[in-house]
Nanobody
């Protein structure tokens, strides 16, 4: 049995930075494309970023381009989402998920973590 665990969410002021982690157990994360998504109450889950399983190709939502960076650490079996210049509209629960191809659509992913809360507020 495998598991995905997100961590790193916190309360941060506008303009601040956070690094989210997506750690896996029971599987090799490098075998999968990994996506980061976020969701606020009453809205659909939104794709934020994705990284491929082979060539390191990345994809970002327009709303986070230039501010967020996705990366892998295969030695730690972890995918990170570095978030800088955070804005109030980045407030959401952030989820990571496993897929086979780089994508920002939820349908491309089959396994999800439980989420971590990011709140951007002064």
């Amino acid at each position: 049995q495998f598991g995905l665990v997100e961590s790193g969410g916190a309360l941060v002021q506008p303009g601040g930075s956070l690094r989210l982690s997506c750690s896996a157990s029971g599987l090799v994360l490098d075998y999968y494309a990994v996506g980061w998504f976020r969701q606020v109450p009453g809205k659909e889950r939104e794709g934020v970023s994705s990284i491929s399983r082979s060539d390191g190709r990345t994809l970002y939502a327009d709303s986070v381009k230039g501010r967020f960076t996705i990366s892998r650490d295969n030695a730690d079996n972890t995918v990170y989402l570095q978030m800088t210049n955070l804005k109030s509209e980045d407030t959401a629960v952030y989820y990571c998920a496993l897929g086979l191809v780089v994508s920002l659509t939820t349908g491309a992913y089959g396994s999800w973590g439980q989420g971590t809360q990011v709140t951007v507020s002064s």
